[in-house]
Each structure stands twice: as structure tokens, then as C-alpha cells.
């Protein structure tokens, strides 16, 4: 994951993010990247089994904030504010 932060006047900051993948047990992907969907559809799997309706290590609260997150992206990409309140 990189960020990049505009510091003004044509300077910018970047920062790095790495989050490395466990080994993986199944070889080659058809979408290099997508053993991640293994652990997500494995950790849904445990939480419907125990009854919950969200995962411990993800839950509601994390996901509209990834959805704030967006949509602040979005916003500033387009230049203008998708007000729905309205």
C-alpha cells in the first residue's frame, strides 16, 4: 500500500506499507493477489458457524469506515461532493 501526501508546492511525501501474504499451500492463482480471498471467505465461514453476524478481525464499524474512506477518495479525485443527505 503506498500513500502518497501533497506537501505543497510540487513536493510530495510517500510512505510503504507491506503486508506479505502467509505462504500458500494451493501453488498458482488465476488472479495473482487473490489468496487473500481465501482467508476472508474462511474467516466468514467461522463467524456464520459460531452465530455472529460479522467477523471479529473485520467488522461493521471497519467497514463503513473504509466506506467514508472511498468516498472521501472519490471526492476529491472527481473535485466535487456526492452530498446524499439531500
Do not use: H
Amino acid at each position: 500500500l503506498r500513500i502518497q501526501k501533497d506537501r505543497g508546492r510540487g513536493e510530495t511525501e510517500e510512505v510503504v506499507y507491506d503486508f506479505p501474504l502467509p505462504n500458500d499451500p494451493f501453488g498458482v492463482w488465476n488472479n495473482p493477489g487473490s489468496i487473500g480471498f481465501f482467508f476472508q471467505i474462511n474467516e466468514v465461514g467461522k463467524a456464520l458457524k459460531e452465530g455472529k453476524t460479522e467477523c471479529d478481525s473485520y467488522t461493521w464499524s471497519d467497514s463503513l469506515e473504509v466506506a467514508l474512506i472511498v468516498d472521501e477518495i472519490v471526492d476529491q479525485v472527481r473535485g466535487e461532493r456526492n452530498d446524499m443527505t439531500k
